[in-house]
């Protein structure tokens, strides 16, 4: 037999309080005393009673929302539309948030501007923040002014963080390449002013170090077009390399681009790994080999501490990546340098 899932009334009865006073414990409102707290809280902890978002919200009248704020690395207009790793963060939170009748507030703001406006943006905080893309600073002046906040990207010590291993991911990047018989490595590194781009230069440099061979880099904005013209610079400085290591999947694309343009075949000259397993590794011809960031069960996570509001400063959780092998790399031939298929 199918049992009803519990309700206030239950709560109150359990408790030995009415209705109004096991409200006001649920929602955090005052005018109820520490025992009968105590007593309310043992209650809805033994009934597994879950109150109605959606109707805590109406009752309180404020609303419920995270705010999910991105701050550009230089990028020009349009970015966060433009990038489908902004979309996957908003993919991995939505569900959670329709499930608690929570709203989603998203903040693109440039850089120049972004200290302000994000003064304006703490004061307004009700649920929580996700930082999706911000520098050290800025995010400490944030949780300065406002503790329900958790970033997405490597930021300020004290600011809680859903963390992606990006030295790691980048380190084992090149070394699938060197493993595939690579040894003209070159690597595209994002913007200095991202601090994702940071460590996946700092893994690039531990692995080349480790393996002897030569830097061949260049920077780029995280756009296609970033990628495209770095690339075409590597090739003017390096014709002989044979595999690219890039920060992101969307500058990959634009290597892959200006490869098939300078006459290099991907992946028999050229293997590329990319950055973030987004759908842009998918699109690319040929598929993008990535290291697979899980972006998704990050966001999901950060909305799942801000909720619970066990929000402690330092608070960090690492995330591993993971190679997903596509068509853009191949092993490489025994003919000459750049040269030859698999």
């Known amino acids: 037999m199918n049992r009803s899932k519990p309700t206030i009334d239950d709560v109150a009865r359990m408790a030995g309080v009415s209705r109004a006073t096991a409200s006001r414990v649920i929602n955090n409102a005052p005018g109820a005393s520490g025992p009968l707290r105590v007593r309310v809280h043992e209650a809805v902890a033994r009934l597994g009673y879950r109150p109605n978002e959606a109707a805590r919200a109406l009752a309180s009248g404020r609303p419920r929302v995270v705010d999910v704020i991105a701050v550009s690395c230089n990028l020009p207009g349009g970015w966060l539309g433009s990038n489908p790793y902004y979309s996957r963060i908003l993919a991995g939170m939505m569900p959670l948030l329709e499930g608690m009748g929570a709203q989603l507030r998203v903040h693109a703001l440039s850089h120049e501007s972004a200290a302000e406006a994000l003064d304006e943006i ?3 905080v009700t649920l929580g923040a996700v930082l999706s893309d911000i520098t050290p600073a800025l995010a400490a002046r944030f949780h300065r002014r406002c503790r329900r906040v958790v970033s997405l990207v490597p930021t300020a010590a004290t600011v809680p963080a859903m963390v992606a291993d990006n030295i790691g991911g980048a380190c084992a990047a090149v070394t699938q390449l060197h493993r595939l018989g690579r040894r003209r490595i070159a690597a595209i590194h994002g913007p200095a002013i ?7 230069r700092i893994g690039h440099l531990r692995a080349i170090q480790r393996l002897g061979l030569a830097d061949i880099s260049a920077d780029a904005a995280f756009t296609r077009e970033g990628g ?51 759908v842009a590794a998918i699109c690319t011809n040929p598929p993008l080999t990535t290291m697979r960031l899980p972006v998704e069960e990050m966001a999901a996570a950060a909305v799942r501490l801000l909720v ?35």
């Open 122 to 124: 703490a004061a307004g």
């Open 194 to 200: 991202s601090t994702c781009a940071a460590d996946r």
């Open 308 to 342: 619970s509001g066990d929000i402690s400063p330092g608070h960090r959780e690492l995330f591993p990546a993971e190679l997903i092998v596509r068509q853009s790399t191949a092993r490489r031939s025994k003919v000459g340098p750049g040269i030859g298929g698999s």
């Open 228 to 278: 495209y013209d770095a690339a075409q610079r590597l090739l003017e400085q390096h014709p002989d390399l044979d595999a690219v290591f890039v920060a992101c999947d969307l500058m990959a694309a634009g290597v892959v681009q200006a490869l098939t343009a300078g006459g290099r075949r991907v992946p028999e000259d050229v293997s590329v790994i990319g950055f973030d397993d987004s």
